[in-house]
């Protein structure tokens, strides 16, 4: 299943125990407007993620409402969709879903505190500039660093198991 709101998707799965959601990272030039609109919202969030989550997070939230509360959520994103990811799990936080996971790899700061109700692992690889956008804005505590970028191909890595492997290694 695939939710989408302007040109962000979220693909969905599930398993017996779990659904998963993957959000990729930016794709389209249209993508750019989203993360430039960085313009607080009342809830001190990012104005451009906070419109996209919550239109992702209200689309999941209709599809498996009779699921909520039995079956947790588990958010992985890459870039912008780590961004996103992240207040995807604060607004279904809010609806009533239980938040097992959320990773954010290489995504920068969307919100002015701590989220309640669960804990991003946020990831930043080596020399990663996107995490380090709007520091002075938005808190963005990286808590794992991953080392340096030895063959290259740190965001061509992710990627690529964000899009066929969203949950097999976590």
């Known amino acids: 299943m695939k939710l989408t709101s302007k040109t962000v998707s979220a693909r969905i799965t599930e398993d ?14 249209e993508d750019i407007g989203i ?12 104005q451009g993620c906070s419109k996209v989550a919550s239109d992702i997070a209200n689309q999941f939230d209709t599809l498996y409402q009779p699921h909520r509360g039995i079956k947790p959520v588990r958010i992985k994103g890459h870039s912008l969709g780590a961004s ?8 279904l936080c809010r609806l009533g879903w239980e938040i097992k996971s ?38 963005n505590p990286i808590n794992h660093h991953i080392p340096g970028d030895p063959d290259g191909k740190w965001p061509t890595r992710f ?3 964000h899009n066929a492997y969203p949950w097999r290694k976590y």
Do not use: M
Request: hydrophobic fraction near 35%; aromatic fraction near 18%; proline fraction near 5%.
């Open 102 to 139: 959320v990773k954010c790899y290489g995504g920068f700061g969307v919100r002015k505190s701590e989220p309640v109700g669960f804990t991003p692992g946020r990831y930043r690889a080596g020399h990663d500039l996107v995490p380090l956008l709007f520091f002075w804005k938005y808190k």
């Open 159 to 161: 990627i690529s198991d």
């Open 35 to 46: 993360t430039l609109n960085f313009k607080t919202t009342i809830n001190g969030f990012h």
């Open 16 to 29: 017996q125990n779990y659904f998963y959601i993957s959000i990729g990272g930016t794709d389209e030039p």
């Open 84 to 91: 996103v990811g992240e207040l995807i799990a604060e607004f």
